[in-house]
């Protein structure tokens, strides 16, 4: 991750996040990843799209964050997005989780898709705490480096003078919630928290916790627009 030409992502996260991408905790990433792929290790998603989140979504446009933990670690499922997948792939229990939260809150129609790329393209930043993972293995990945990243994301947004919402599911990214100033607190940003939409724990609060019209009224209150959360009933396979 020396190479910063390389790396595909927005410039305008590419300057602001340049310092980051030097330091040792990053070269230190950049080295293990090398020798899991030398030793034959099958990681998700490909390198290019490692960035993808940050490439989709630049730094000036960023409206809304959306936390996850790490990719999908299934074949053809993680491209770069949490919890996103590609056309054709089936849509993941998390993600039917949310849909559902979506379909009771704002109500939204499930599309025949996993693709939130659409979100992404309005200012929602879908960020994953790791930004990668080996075949079959949640949270291999974990610890390696990625969090320096990842928490240098969080605090530039965090800085931001323009309010964001920040949804934070789970404990994993609720650990972010500490860089964030909440606007219930002297601050400018909205914190709303919940548990995983996972099914081990979306009936614990994540049903009902209505973040998506949380997020889009506390916009819209700051003079800012809400984020239409309905997706494209179709998307085809490569956009």
């Excluded at 990681?43 to 996850?68: K, N, Q």
């Excluded at 609060?205 to 209150?221: E, V």
């Amino acid at each position: 991750m020396t190479d910063d030409d390389r790396l595909r992502l927005h410039p305008s996260w590419k300057g602001a996040l340049r310092d980051i991408f030097v330091a040792p905790q990053m070269q230190n990433l950049r080295q293990f990843l090398k020798q899991r792929l030398a030793a034959g290790a099958t990681i998700y998603p490909s390198p290019d799209l490692w960035f993808r989140a940050l490439d989709l979504t630049p730094l000036d446009m960023v409206r809304v964050v959306i936390l996850g933990q790490d990719p999908y670690h299934g074949a053809g499922q993680a491209h770069g997005l949490a919890f996103s997948v590609l056309p054709g792939v089936p849509v993941p229990p998390s993600l039917r989780n949310i849909y559902r939260e979506l379909a009771d809150d704002v109500g939204f129609v499930r599309p025949q898709h996993g693709n939130l790329e659409g979100w992404a393209r309005q200012g929602v930043l879908l960020l994953n705490n790791v930004l990668s993972v080996e075949a079959g293995q949640a949270a291999s990945h974990a610890g390696k480096g990625w969090e320096y990243l990842t928490d240098a994301v969080v605090a530039l947004l965090a800085a931001q003078e323009r309010p964001i919402a920040f949804l934070l599911w789970g404990s994993h990214a609720q650990r972010k919630a500490a860089a964030i100033r909440d606007s219930r607190d002297g601050g400018r940003h909205l914190v709303l928290k919940a548990p995983h939409p996972s099914p081990l724990s979306a009936h614990s609060g994540f049903f009902g916790c209505r973040h998506f019209s949380k997020a889009n009224d506390f916009l819209r209150a700051n003079g800012g627009t809400a984020i239409d959360w309905q997706l494209a009933a179709e998307v085809a396979v490569g956009e």
